[in-house]
């Protein structure tokens, strides 16, 4: 009977451990990598951490605070192995001196706000001085504890070439003495615009995926909004409020945005009783917590255009001439021929289609959405409801020939179907 109960417990408390390494392991990691100054390093010892608390655990209990005893465990084992090499490499040894002089994990106090590992580990991931593409590998790696492979295939590229990125990407953060700190009050606005920039890569590439089968990544869009959570939660600055707002205000479309078959459906014909009026809700209780600084940033005034479509009870309510006037702001805020393309979409919805090719042709003529499918098909909609025929077949075929995203192509087909047929 006792070996029972004593195997009960064994299993109860293993899974304990795989709770606690589902919610604490990132914020172990960011801890370590704090202690022992390399990722790899860190990524080793939180692995022989866990490995230590299901063998030690079901013996001696679960100690009153796991996440110290996790850290504690983890730098010892880091240490451990640092002498052993040392022995046949002597630098070694004064790297194993400076981390065990460093403060050890019961000292380790939880100083909150700026001090925070994860949002120390949050800026290293998303430093400048790495490619875009490397920042966020290492995000989704580093932060989110996704594997390569689910990386790889998020963005449809092979897991080796995403395994160089981190490491490279890891390699520069070593080799240029990257700090592992969260910047300055000074330096805070540019560094963090690069930190929320990353965050809306990933929510992008998991709302409107690039290339592939299917128009969404459910996991990848989720992936974003836990970062943008806890960039809230850690660091309540209007625009990372404002980021995570536009995030659930999308969001709470996805079940609309294809049918079963996984055909696109538009905006204006989607059934809004299916959005997710739970992340509306907080959306919108965001923005105007966003909008209220005073400080309204282009994450904001973005949010405010998504809070105004998906709170109008049908797509003919509406606000379009608050849209328009939002667009006006953020093309002032951001210039960029992508918001002129929004801008010019939604005055063809006020004004009529002639006001909104106007402004698509000259947009197509500055040359910068050249090779941008969506200028292309806005541009061929527009002709087709003014029965320009042949401007728009010949709009949708280019459309066509640089869409890389199977549900669009399909949809961009059938509307050329149509008007050949």
């Not at 989704?140 to 449809?156: H, M, P, S, Y």
């Not at 953020?330 to 918001?339: D, N, W």
Request: charged content about 30%; overall charge negative; hydrophobic content about 45%.
């Amino acid at each position: 009977m006792g070996d029972a109960v004593s195997e009960d417990a064994a299993t109860h408390i293993r899974q304990t451990v795989d709770t606690l390494y589902r919610s604490e392991s990132r914020r172990v990691l960011a801890t370590l990598i704090r202690l022992l100054g390399d990722f790899d390093l860190a990524e080793e010892a939180l692995h022989d951490a866990f490995a230590a608390a299901v063998e030690q655990w079901p013996r001696d209990g679960v100690p009153a605070n796991p996440r110290a005893w996790l850290v504690s465990t983890g730098r010892f084992k880091a240490i451990d192995a640092i002498r052993r090499r040392a022995r046949f490499d002597a630098s070694l040894v004064k790297l194993a001196d400076h981390i065990e002089s460093v403060a050890t994990a019961s000292e380790v106090s939880e100083d909150g706000g700026l001090g925070d590992d994860r949002l120390r580990l949050i800026f290293t991931c998303c430093h400048p001085a790495l490619k875009p593409e490397a920042q966020m590998a290492l995000t989704l790696r580093e932060v989110c504890g996704l594997t390569t492979e689910e990386i790889a295939r998020a963005f449809l590229s092979p897991a080796p070439t995403v395994a160089q990125r981190i490491v490279r990407a890891k390699n520069k953060i070593r080799d240029a003495r990257i700090p592992y700190r969260v910047p300055e009050r000074a330096e805070l606005p540019e560094r963090l615009d690069s930190v929320l920039h990353v965050v809306y890569l990933v929510f992008n590439e998991g709302y409107y995926a690039s290339s592939g089968e299917a128009l969404t990544r459910h996991d990848l869009s989720q992936e974003a909004i836990r970062l943008g959570r806890l960039l809230v939660e850690l660091l309540p600055e209007p625009e990372a409020i404002a980021l995570l707002a536009l995030m659930l205000l999308h969001e709470s479309r996805r079940p609309t945005r294809t049918t079963p078959g996984g055909e696109l459906v538009l905006l204006g014909e989607q059934d809004r009783s299916q959005w997710n009026q739970d992340y509306i809700t907080e959306g919108a209780a965001l923005v105007k917590r966003a909008l209220s600084s005073r400080r309204v940033g282009p994450y904001a005034l973005q949010a405010a255009i998504a809070a105004l479509h998906a709170e109008a009870p049908c797509a003919d309510d509406t606000d379009w001439d608050e849209i328009v006037g939002i667009y006006d702001v953020l093309l002032r805020a951001e210039p960029s021929p992508v918001v002129a393309l929004n801008r010019a979409a939604a005055i063809a919805v006020r004004d009529g289609p002639q006001a909104g090719l106007a402004l698509i042709d000259a947009i197509l003529e500055g040359g910068e959405l050249a090779d941008y499918h969506l200028a292309h098909a806005a541009r061929a909609d527009l002709c087709r409801r003014l029965g320009r025929t042949t401007e728009a077949r010949d709009a949708y075929r280019r459309a066509l020939a640089l869409a890389r995203q199977e549900p669009e192509r399909r949809f961009l087909d059938r509307r050329l179907s149509e008007l050949d047929g």
